[in-house]
């Protein structure tokens, strides 16, 4: 039988045994730790996020032939109830991975109205990661401060800053930083699939973004 390994942990908001069910749904024997130096190909490894020893085990794993999926937090945050969205992909997160093509069903199933895309606006947010990630995904640690610069440079507009909630606490929401914006500037943020819904402009600097 092929193994399949969770590494998400083992509390209520990151659902590992959510995660761990629907593994065994699909026929795998089920182990919690990393993996063994040696493993067999088609075996699973499911990891939050990407980074760290998280890819270090990922690589070596998809070297000898297994299948890594990486969870994270949805990029919508959570739904009508408050229940938190989960975002799942093969070998990447946050567009670096590959999911499923699907059609409209299940977008629609989400209930999100899209705004029309924003025709005026006054300032431009700028709204940076946390600095960690996959060595290829990874925020500069200077970005935000870099961006501002170029920013100014180029608009007579207010550049307006936006901590990542994980490092300090917006003293508003998103939401009403939106009120007004021309562009939200992001790395690789959830906030810009906010900016998109409400009908802002988004210009993202990562390789990759969902």
């Known amino acids: 039988m092929r193994c399949a390994y969770n590494l998400t942990r083992v509390s209520m908001h990151y659902r590992h045994e959510v995660f761990s069910a629907g593994l065994r ?25 990407r980074y760290g020893a998280y890819h270090a085990a990922a690589e070596r794993f998809e070297k000898q032939g297994g299948i890594v999926l990486v969870a994270e937090n949805g990029f919508l945050g959570k739904d009508t109830n408050g229940q938190q969205h989960y975002a799942i992909a093969l070998h990447g997160h946050n567009g ?4 499923p093509d699907g059609d409209a069903e299940r977008w629609n199933a989400l209930g999100v109205d899209l705004s029309p895309w924003r025709a005026v606006g006054q300032h431009v947010l700028v709204c940076p990661n946390r ?48 009120v007004d914006c021309w562009a939200v500037v992001i790395w690789a943020s959830s906030a810009g699939v906010h900016a998109l819904i409400a009908g802002v402009p988004v210009i993202c600097e990562s390789p990759y973004w969902i």
């Open 25 to 49: 749904a699909n026929g795998l024997s089920v182990r919690t730790g990393f993996p063994p130096d040696e493993n067999s190909p088609g075996d699973v490894l499911l990891i939050w996020n």
């Open 96 to 99: 670096s991975g590959t999911v």
């Open 131 to 178: 600095s960690f990630g996959a060595p290829n995904l990874a925020m500069p640690v200077d970005w935000a401060s870099d961006v501002a610069r170029r920013a100014s440079r180029i608009t007579k507009r207010e550049i307006r800053m936006r901590p990542h909630p994980g490092n300090d606490a917006p003293k508003k929401p998103l939401s009403d930083d939106l």
